[in-house]
Antibody, heavy 117, light 111 residues
């Protein structure tokens, strides 16, 4: 069974950088698929951030692209998200997902990240 | 405001059938992009309910079904149960934005 687990700081100061890692078990990232991130602001809907393939190919939400970096570490079977210059509007639960040809078929449990001084 | 429009809420009694609509435009559903549906139970992560308009992943009861026509899609739930109470989201791709998009979500209440 494919399992995804997000990890990283739960509190980030405004203007600083948010960094999260998603560890994947039960499936080798090198076997394929895009691995992405979706966030959900408190009480709000879902927003796709972007995704990365083990080859390094990436795809981003254009509204966040200038602040987002996605990376993959096949040796550790994990993907990472970096979001720069955060504001309170970036406070959200961040989910790691497997992108099964446009449908997100596996989700992590989510990591709440609060942007506050 | 979301590019894919869903009703904020729907409700139904146990055993009844409800439908949730998802309305898009010519740059997403109308352009032929598939729609996927997710169920988010309270306090949980979303889970894939319907993929590629009408396909149920393994483990999803056949009480859930999806359809798509033109710029609209629908999720139908028959034999409504109390534990179907959740938020439901549609998702697709928009060629104008070049990004994956979600609907605003619909809260289903089983009364």
């Amino acid at each position: 069974q494919v399992q995804l687990q997000e990890s990283g700081p739960g509190l980030v100061k405004p203007s600083e950088t948010l960094s999260l890692t998603c560890g994947v078990s039960g499936f080798s990232i090198s076997s394929g698929y895009f691995w992405g991130w979706v966030r959900q602001s408190p009480g709000k809907g879902l927003e796709w951030i972007g995704g990365i393939h083990h080859s390094g190919k990436t795809d981003h939400n254009s509204s966040l692209k200038s602040r987002v970096t996605l990376s993959v570490d096949t040796s550790r079977n994990q993907v990472s998200l970096t979001l720069r210059s955060v504001t309170a509007a970036d406070t959200a639960v961040y989910y790691c997902v497997r992108d099964g040809s446009g449908a997100y078929d596996f989700w992590g449990q989510g990591r709440l990240v609060t942007v506050s001084s | 405001q979301s590019i894919l429009t869903q009703p904020p809420s729907v409700s139904g009694a146990p055993g009844q059938r409800v439908t949730i609509s998802c309305t898009g435009s010519s740059s997403n559903l109308g352009a032929g992009y598939d729609v996927n549906w997710y169920q988010q139970l309270p306090g949980a992560a979303p889970r894939l309910l319907i993929s590629d308009n009408s396909n149920r992943p393994s483990g999803v009861p056949d009480r859930f079904s999806g359809s798509k026509s033109g710029t609209s899609a629908s999720l139908a739930i028959t034999g409504l149960q109390a534990d179907d109470e959740a938020d439901y989201y549609c998702q697709s791709y928009d060629s104008s934005l070049s990004t994956s998009i979600f609907g605003g979500g619909t809260k289903l209440t089983v009364v």
